[in-house]
């Protein structure tokens, strides 16, 4: 089975500042997903940021960039200029096509990092 | 994004009885979807697994007979809580996705109290 660790449950920066979110996975799967989603008070999931394990590249979102460490099985999750919107849950997120499914898929969640946002 | 919507947003029952609660893609063919528990401040608890037009994968511990699930479309799936106990008052969350999206995509949630 797949884990999904943060290690931080809860995080505090100020205004304008730049915050890390970390998350690590294990897994033995070559190909799959990774993903933070942002849980506002309304509980509603916004997806910040999505990642494919194939690309090297790390995604990057206007003030969201991602850190992904594939060999390392980190995904930390960077917001610069803080704002006191993204006071949120964030989740980590990893999802992988079932190997016994022509659909199907995988998704576990991480226990989350409550970010609070300061003026 | 693609579009999940999750009705009802919030429910209260009472003890006995049945709620059902439906999750629907609405521009896109899900061929999968995730039905979730959160509890307060908790993260989001996987119940069960659906493929469109097979039986839900459920999650260890989660109670079959009590938490029905039905995935007959590519865009709807419903979950039915069966014979409703306070304890199982919690906010549930559907989740659709399919793999040419290779994402998941949720709807808003429903807040089911029950009395």
């Known amino acids: 089975a797949q884990t999904v660790t943060q290690s931080q449950p809860e995080m505090s920066v100020q205004e304008a500042e730049t915050v890390t979110l970390s998350c690590t996975y294990d897994t033995s799967e070559n190909n799959y997903y990774l993903f933070w989603y942002k849980q506002p008070p309304s509980r509603q999931m916004i997806l910040v940021i999505r990642q494919e394990a194939y690309k090297q590249q790390n995604a990057t979102e206007n003030r969201f960039s991602v850190n992904f460490q594939k060999a390392a099985k980190s995904f930390s999750l960077k917001i610069s200029d803080s704002q006191l919107g993204d006071t949120a849950m964030y989740f980590c997120?990893?999802?992988?096509?079932?190997?016994?499914?022509?659909?199907?898929?995988?998704?576990?969640f991480g226990k989350g990092t409550s970010l609070l946002v300061t003026p | 994004g693609a579009v999940v919507s999750q009705h009802p947003s919030r429910v209260i029952c009472k003890s006995g009885t049945s709620v059902k609660i439906e999750c629907r893609s609405l521009?896109?063919?899900?061929?999968?979807m995730f039905w979730y528990r959160q509890f307060p401040k908790k993260s989001l608890m996987l119940m069960a697994t659906s493929n469109e037009g097979s039986k839900a994968t459920y999650e260890q511990g989660v109670e079959k007979d009590k938490f029905l699930i039905n995935h007959a479309s590519l865009t709807l799936s419903t979950l039915t809580v069966t014979s409703a106990h306070p304890e199982d008052s919690s906010f549930y969350i559907c989740?659709?996705?399919?793999?040419?999206?290779?994402?998941?995509?949720f709807g808003q949630g429903t807040r089911l109290t029950v009395v």
């Open positions: 989740s659709a996705s399919n793999r040419v999206i290779g994402e998941a995509f």
């Open positions: 521009d896109f063919q899900a061929t999968t």
């Open positions: 997120a990893f999802m992988k096509p079932l190997a016994n499914s022509n659909s199907g898929y995988a998704l576990n």
